[in-house]
């Protein structure tokens, strides 16, 4: 993530509320609903590459605390961001397995992404992952013919149960 970006999520959540849990990809909870994010939960939330879904849950209790108003552009956001998501991955190829919070294999790698693959793991709250299974723009490239994510060259593996 870009430093600067990462510095500014990071200043803008400090202190906040969360507005909903953040869970980690094995399903654990790296902040709680009402729970006040501190640097540790920053941390936390850093080393299993979530600080983007942190700030967003400080994002959203800020947004609640406006009022209706607010709340409505909140749903309104929701609403486009889910429906872009669901559009990117409509007809992809996974690049890797995408597993529930317990483990359990939802999508096998080398799988198309079906209306039912979708709306099961919008559900289930695991949109986001079939976005990087898929290959988010800058998360996988290329070799041959399999997607591999750049960080993976590296050692290391952001998701170690898929």
């Known amino acids: 993530m870009n430093e600067e970006l990462e510095r ?3 200043e803008y959540a400090r202190g906040k509320t969360a507005a909903n849990d953040v869970r980690d990809d094995d ?3 790296i902040v709680a609903k009402g729970q006040t994010i501190t640097d540790d939960i920053i941390n ?5 590459g979530h ?3 942190l700030m967003l849950a400080a994002v959203a209790s800020v947004v609640q605390a406006g009022g209706e108003q607010a709340q409505q552009r909140l749903r309104e956001f929701i609403d486009v961001t889910e429906g872009h998501e669901a559009d990117f991955v409509r007809g992809r190829q996974v690049a890797c397995d995408v597993c529930d919070w317990e483990g359990n294999v939802i999508v096998e790698e080398g799988e198309t992404l079906t209306d039912d693959i979708i709306e099961q793991a919008t559900n289930m709250g695991l949109l986001e992952k079939l976005v990087l299974a898929v290959g988010a723009p800058g998360f996988h490239v290329m070799e041959g013919k399999k997607a591999v994510r750049p960080a993976e060259k ?3 593996t952001p998701y170690p149960h898929t």
Do not use: D, F, N, S
């Open 8 to 10: 500014k999520e990071i």
């Open 27 to 29: 399903g654990t909870v």
């Open 44 to 48: 936390q939330a850093r080393e299993k």
């Open 51 to 53: 600080l983007h879904y």
């Open 154 to 156: 590296m050692g290391y």
